[in-house]
């Protein structure tokens, strides 16, 4: 973050410019207030439409101001068309909402219910789309004459550089008019040999001591499927084809396992040198000489780059109450809202010392624990609201609550070309501090996220329950689409992944050393697991795990109980590294998954994985595009007594596959799932050539009776390849009660 002159200069003016506003504007203190920004405004201006101020800073001092002199009343900040810019992450805190928490009676039903009036609203103003952004301009381009040694051949002459705007030390995106710009990307690698956390051994060639070696980044999916890395460099020894990070990966830096899906073979690459500036749009930062280097994508008519920014910030609003980190109540920030608003051009946030990461990791270190990882954050909030925002072209996250976040709304909001997730709610770390929940977040549309950060999902409820997650159009994703997870147990270690967000204070110890991943201990700790009674039904996913491995449309794992998964139309997941469209992963139980339409996806393990005691009914499995490997319904790991398995309908690949299958861990001999200890009947098979294909399962089920209502048989759907799963006169469906399903009510509300 930086302090530029233009934020003086507004200082300056601010006594005389608040005289004016106060004048017009506080002379009723029943009179709502509207003040007026526009990017051709003056800071020194009474705020009104025909007079607008200048920047959003001036507009909520003004508010501020208004407020202290007796003003109450709610206020509307309208931004006018153009770009808005923030250099530094304005900072809303308590004193810009509601005095008081409206009430609330406990219903018992997710979601944020009927939200108070909003006591600050920042708008667009009526037709018009502006822009919030910390992009500050990158100008005094020159054509770079001289070939650098390590330039590449097709790079000469084309090359131009300009020196990083003052008051800015380093910036991981850049960005023109078109949207975030490439960084120079090296050709991958696998690591030779297995390395460790902070050890990474290179083919030769492949690293260097490059002059900016403080600027180069390793991105490395450190040998599992499910996560990636980028990691700054300490030092290289080229002789020995060894290297060193300055941050801990979260894994070991090794080859990936062989069952693990990389499209071009390769785990490991270089981003940020000269020697891999070799196409059009590509960007390189020597933060030591202070330039930027620029294969321009869209030049000027002379060919220089035009309209270039640099990010000063990873966030650009933040909404901030009063958190008593240890302690059992915060004071939220209440009523603010936003609406109409663009988002963009927000930097990543990287990851530069273990101090601020080791331990801080949420779930596989999809994302860090309470950081500013988002555009717009909220950390401490209630009875606030994103409507019809946008959130685009940006290095990091969209939304984050953070912390205590209660009855907020993201509604009708687009997120596009992020580079790492698009919503998150992530409450306080296992133990008492129940403070997230009851959010809602419907009917967006999240596409082309976690381009740079590839295992940032869509949506992630972490520690966070009871919220609504419904009618959202989910698709283009380099990992899942929705999470929600803790899966962080209270004997972790304090530097394991997640060990420092435990609250050790509020656990007793004999729950912390008596921690094992079995359903009645589960039990024991399902009050330190808060993301619970969350309800995902109604969206819309598709074209999920585009590239990365391991990861699903819908997921749920280590969280608490009551969590419902329905009504879902789950789509042309064709990706070859999905292992599941839905999956109950490890410590997951008492879970619904209902009502699901899983239609053309591929799964090389099932269409529905479940690793505990979680209930499947009325699900859809039609025309998946493979066999799985284990089953279509897979029941994993550990025993599954009492899942209620009822009224699915599946349909077989032509090749085959199980039905229901029972998978063991390698080697394990105890304790292994058990499909005659569910409750399974009334549920529809079918084979288009095989009507042999089930008759094993159903001799087995039959003889402990069970699946004693179930058939073999064409459930007749009407019209599956046209989205029509209702059923023809005749199905066998009707006779079992089992509920037609519409997927027109799935997705994006028109």
């Known amino acids: 973050m930086i302090s530029f002159k233009l934020i003086n200069n507004w200082k300056k003016l601010a006594l005389s410019g608040m005289l004016s506003i106060l004048m017009c504007v506080a002379c009723n203190t029943k009179q709502s207030i509207e003040l007026y920004v526009s990017i051709d405004g003056n800071d020194n201006a009474v705020g009104s439409i025909t007079e607008p101020l200048a920047t959003i800073q001036k507009a909520v001092e003004a508010v501020r101001e208004l407020r202290n002199n007796g003003n ?5 900040i309208y931004l006018r068309e153009g770009c808005h810019n923030l250099s530094e992450t304005l900072v809303l805190g308590v004193e810009d909402g509601i005095s008081s928490i409206p009430h609330h009676e406990n219903t018992g039903q997710p979601g944020a219910g009927e939200l108070a009036q909003a006591q600050l609203t920042f708008a667009a103003y009526p037709g018009e789309e502006p822009m919030i952004s910390s992009g500050i301009p990158v100008e005094g381009w020159k054509l770079l004459e001289a070939s650098l040694d ?43 040999k297995a390395g460790d956390k902070r050890t990474v051994y290179f083919p030769k060639g492949k690293m260097k001591n490059w002059d900016n070696l403080q600027d180069v980044e390793l991105n490395i999916r450190p040998r599992r499927a499910w996560a990636i890395n980028m990691l ?27 069952w693990v899906h990389s499209k ?24 030591k000489t202070r330039k930027v280097y620029l294969w321009p994508a869209n030049p000027a008519s002379d060919g220089s780059p035009k309209g270039i920014l640099a990010p000063t910030t990873t966030e650009l609003i933040r909404v901030e109450g009063e958190i008593d980190y240890r302690g059992t109540t915060d004071k939220p920030v209440v009523g603010i809202a936003f609406l109409g608003i663009t988002f963009t051009q927000a930097d990543r946030r990287a990851w530069t010392s273990d101090e601020d990461q080791l331990g801080w990791g949420m779930q596989h270190d999809w994302d860090m624990f309470d950081r500013p990882t988002a555009a717009l954050r909220f950390r401490g909030a209630e009875h606030c609201q994103v409507i019809n925002c946008k959130f685009v072209n940006s290095g990091g996250s969209g939304v984050r609550f953070d912390l205590h976040a ?15 997730a698009g919503i998150l709610l992530a409450g306080y770390g296992p133990g008492t501090k129940d403070v997230n929940h009851h959010n809602e977040i419907v009917n967006n549309h999240i596409h082309h996220f976690s381009q740079i950060t590839w295992h940032s999902p869509g949506i992630w409820a972490w520690q966070s329950g009871s919220n609504r997650i419904a009618n959202n159009y989910i698709h283009h994703s380099g990992y899942a689409g929705v999470l929600i997870t803790n899966r962080i147990e209270p004997n972790r270690k304090l530097d394991g992944e997640g060990g420092r967000t435990v609250r050790h204070h509020e656990i007793p110890m004999e729950v912390i050393e008596n921690t094992t991943e079995t359903y009645e201990n589960w039990k024991v700790r399902e009050k330190y697991n808060h993301a619970r009674h969350n309800v995902v039904e109604y969206n819309e996913i598709t074209h999920a795990v585009q590239l990365l491995s391991d990861g699903n449309c819908i997921y749920v794992s280590g969280a608490g109980t009551g969590n419902i998964v329905r009504y879902n139309y789950l789509h042309d997941n064709i990706e070859k590294s999905m292992p599941a469209p839905i999956r109950c992963d ?38 998946p595009s493979n066999a799985p490997r284990s089953g279509y319904l897979s029941y994993e790991w550990v025993p599954v007594p009492g ?17 229901h299958n029972e998978r063991p861990r390698k080697d394990q001999t105890t304790n292994l799932p058990d499909i005659e200890e569910t409750k399974m009947d009334s549920n529809i098979y079918y084979h288009p050539t095989n009507p042999e294909w089930m008759d094993e399962h159903l001799h087995r089920m039959h003889a402990i009776g069970k699946e004693t209502e179930s058939v073999f048989a064409d459930p007749l ?5 046209g989205g029509d799963f209702s059923f023809k006169e005749g199905s066998p469906a009707l006779n079992l009660g089992i509920e037609p399903l519409d997927v027109s009510k799935m997705g994006l509300i028109k």
């Not at 071009?264 to 933060?287: H, K, M, Y």
């Open 72 to 76: 109450s009343n709610p206020a509307t």
């Open 150 to 192: 390590d330039l590449p051949i097709n790079s000469v002459a084309k090359i131009w550089v300009a020196e990083i705007p003052e008051g800015l030390e380093k910036f991981y995106t850049l960005y023109d008019r078109n949207g975030r710009l490439k960084r120079a990307r090296a050709k991958g690698f696998v690591p030779v």
């Open 232 to 258: 700054p460099i300490n030092m290289v020894d080229e002789e020995m084809g060894m290297a060193k990070t300055s941050v801990t990966a979260t894994y070991e830096m090794s080859p990936l396992s062989a």
């Open 264 to 287: 071009d073979g390769c785990s490991a690459w270089i981003e940020n040198t000269l020697e891999a500036l070799d196409e059009p749009g590509e960007w390189v930062i020597n933060s």
């Open 406 to 420: 209660q009855r907020n709304k993201v509604e009708n909001c687009e997120f596009a070309h992020l580079g790492e």
């Open 586 to 623: 490890d410590d997951q139980h008492e879970t619904l998954i209902y009502g699901n339409v899983l239609y053309n996806n591929f799964g090389f393990s099932a269409r529905i994985a479940s690793k505990g005691v979680n209930d499947i009914i009325n699900n859809f499995i039609v025309a």
């Open 643 to 659: 899942s209620k398995v009822y009224k699915n309908i599946i349909i077989s690949h032509p090749d085959g596959g199980h039905a």
């Open 717 to 721: 759907f009407a019209d599956p390849a």
